[in-house]
Every structure is written in structure tokens, then in C-alpha cells.
């Protein structure tokens, strides 16, 4: 069993984060529109105008909707706070010392994606737009961090 001492994201950076996994996510979405503006502005200036506007004034509003219902959900609000992530054989569960909550179990089958940053573990489980970020300098060693990176794998 692998346990990290108390540690809590920023809520910048778990807002980057979420950012990130969206945009990635739905890719798509920014490229559809813009990419036809951006051929059909080879003959016609208009449509270069309209993909400017598309990139610089609706999708930050996209992005300002995703920071509203993600980024500012009890759930986000919970992950800021110090808290313990606990690493067994088939679960990570994760505790709010200061805190009543009740602590959060995931199963390792519900973990869809691991991503080792360099800085910090991102585990994706069922939401991909909730991670649950642990930064590498909160395990008590940088083997511990490797370890558990290959429990998830």
C-alpha cells in the first residue's frame, strides 16, 4: 500500500487541467467551423473574419461554459482541499483529513487513463473531466510515485 502525505492542487491548475481535457476531447469542435472559414477566406476576406470571430469570441465563451459546470462543481471544490490519495492493491481512495467528507474509493477498473506529467500523476477514471491530479512531490519518494504509475498500468 502507497499512501501520499497531505497535498492540495491550486485551483489554477486543476482548472488548466480541466481546460485541457476539453479541448482535446472536442477538438473537433473548434475545427469544424474554423477550417472551412479559413479555405474560404483564400477568396473571400469575410470568411477569415468569421473564423477570427469564432476562435476569439465563441469559444471562450464554449470554454467560460465548461469552467462553470466542471471547474465549479462541489466535486472540483473538493480536490483543492489537502487531502490523502491512498494506493491499494485494486483501489485508490482518497481522504479529506481536515474534513467530514467521506472518503472517495475508485476501483482500478474504472480507472480509464494514467498520465505521468513529470510533475504530477493524472488519473482519468470514470469522468475524464474530473481528474485527480497528485503532484510526484507529495509521495514520500520518487519510487513510491513509480510504483504506484505501475500499480494503475
Do not use: Q
Given at each position: 500500500?502507497?499512501?501520499?502525505l497531505?497535498?492540495?492542487?491550486?485551483?489554477?491548475?486543476y482548472a488548466?487541467r480541466l481546460?485541457?481535457?476539453?479541448?482535446?476531447?472536442?477538438?473537433?469542435?473548434?475545427?469544424?467551423p474554423?477550417?472551412?472559414?479559413?479555405?474560404?477566406?483564400?477568396?473571400?476576406?469575410?470568411?477569415?473574419?468569421?473564423?477570427?470571430?469564432?476562435l476569439?469570441?465563441?469559444?471562450?465563451?464554449?470554454?467560460?461554459l465548461?469552467?462553470f459546470?466542471?471547474?465549479l462543481?462541489?466535486?472540483?471544490?473538493?480536490?483543492?482541499?489537502?487531502?490523502?490519495?491512498?494506493?491499494?492493491?485494486?483501489?485508490?481512495?482518497?481522504?479529506?483529513?481536515?474534513?467530514?467528507?467521506?472518503?472517495?474509493?475508485?476501483?482500478?477498473?474504472?480507472v480509464?487513463?494514467?498520465?505521468?506529467?513529470?510533475?504530477?500523476?493524472?488519473?482519468?477514471?470514470?469522468?475524464p473531466?474530473?481528474?485527480?491530479?497528485?503532484?510526484?512531490?507529495?509521495?514520500p519518494?520518487p519510487?513510491?510515485a513509480?510504483?504506484?504509475f505501475?500499480?494503475?498500468?
Amino acid at each position: 500500500m502507497i499512501a501520499t502525505l497531505p497535498h492540495a492542487i491550486t485551483p489554477g491548475a486543476y482548472a488548466s487541467r480541466l481546460m485541457t481535457e476539453c479541448v482535446c476531447r472536442y477538438w473537433w469542435a473548434i475545427a469544424v467551423p474554423v477550417v472551412p472559414c479559413l479555405i474560404a477566406g483564400c477568396y473571400d476576406l469575410r470568411f477569415l473574419i468569421v473564423a477570427a470571430a469564432w476562435l476569439l469570441i465563441v469559444m471562450p465563451g464554449i470554454l467560460a461554459l465548461v469552467y462553470f459546470r466542471h471547474a465549479l462543481s462541489p466535486e472540483a471544490a473538493k480536490m483543492t482541499l489537502p487531502h490523502i490519495v491512498t494506493f491499494a492493491d485494486d483501489t485508490i481512495t482518497v481522504t479529506w483529513p481536515d474534513t467530514d467528507y467521506p472518503p472517495l474509493r475508485i476501483l482500478k477498473a474504472d480507472v480509464r487513463s494514467v498520465e505521468d506529467t513529470g510533475s504530477a500523476l493524472v488519473i482519468a477514471a470514470s469522468d475524464p473531466l474530473r481528474p485527480l491530479i497528485i503532484p510526484v512531490k507529495s509521495f514520500p519518494s520518487p519510487d513510491d510515485a513509480t510504483e504506484a504509475f505501475r500499480l494503475l498500468n
